[in-house]
């Protein structure tokens, strides 16, 4: 239509990217292009804004209270409890808290709770979601972006660094690390992605997917592996510090 402006295609090279996956040879690249397509054109997901769109549309966006989303929740606790052995850490951290499902399974485990994540709506509906006793302390934190102060017995880190480009993920595994005492624990959950993402000759520099995530904690010089699952959808793992 006159005056209109003609659609754009905001990623012209795409097309002709796309047909590389029918060729074993070139599968990697066309999975390191996936990569590198998300870096230049998709960092909404690095935003609290783009979660916030989520939470303010309704309760529970992601399937936490019910379904294989409440089942992981249920595995996670139950691979701690094995960890822990009847232990109870005095303070525990949680990382990218959301709306608390998992904060709750955490209080009944731990002395004392502080939940963090980058989204206002999530946290209020964290806070409100039950009276915590005072057990539970709330606090809005960017993981990727904000200093990580204090130390604690347990840490749990459960789908956030899928989110992180690998460089922030690696720092952010450092800053998290750095409040964990010797013989501290750390709950790690992540979304595993096509293996692709685990053999590419790229794959020890720019990680991406559940596995590779794991791995990366796996090979930390400061941890050791003392308990993992593996979920269809997710990799389950527990670190403890040396
Ligand atoms: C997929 S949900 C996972 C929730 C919960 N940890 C679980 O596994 O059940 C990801 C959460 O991490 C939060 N998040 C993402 N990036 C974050 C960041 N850079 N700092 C703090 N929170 C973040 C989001 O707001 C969201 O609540």
């Not at 047909?19 to 909404?44: M, Q």
């Not at 979660?51 to 303010?56: I, L």
């Not at 691979?79 to 959301?98: H, K």
Request: with cysteine; glycine share 8%; aromatic share 12%.
């Amino acid at each position: 239509m006159p005056g209109e402006k003609a659609a754009v295609d905001p990623m012209p090279l795409w097309r002709y990217v796309r047909p590389l996956r029918r060729f074993a040879f070139l599968r990697s690249t066309f999975y390191l292009a996936i990569v590198f397509k998300r870096w230049a054109f998709d960092g909404r997901w690095l935003k609290p804004e783009t979660f916030e769109v989520g939470y303010t549309a309704g309760p529970d966006c992601w399937g936490y209270e019910s379904g294989p989303g409440h089942e992981r929740l249920v595995r996670a606790a139950a691979l701690l409890d094995g960890v822990l052995n009847g232990g109870r850490p005095r303070r525990a951290l949680e990382i990218g808290c959301a709306e608390g499902a998992f904060t709750q399974m955490l209080a009944q485990r731990c002395d004392t709770v502080v939940a963090v994540d980058f989204a206002p709506s999530a946290l209020a509906r964290a806070a409100a979601r039950r009276d915590w006793n005072g057990q539970v302390r709330f606090q809005r934190l960017d993981l990727m972006r904000e200093p990580l102060a204090g130390s604690f017995d347990l840490i749990a880190l459960m789908d956030v660094l899928d989110y992180f480009p690998s460089g922030r993920m690696k720092a952010a595994c450092e800053k998290v690390l750095a409040c964990l005492p010797s013989g501290g624990f750390l709950l790690l959950t992540a979304v595993k992605q096509a293996d692709i993402f685990d053999t590419a000759w790229w794959s020890k520099w720019i990680i991406r997917g559940g596995r590779r995530i794991k791995r990366h904690f796996k090979e930390h010089p400061l941890l050791t592996m003392v308990a993992e699952a593996e979920l269809d959808t997710h990799v389950l793992a527990i670190f403890q510090k040396i």
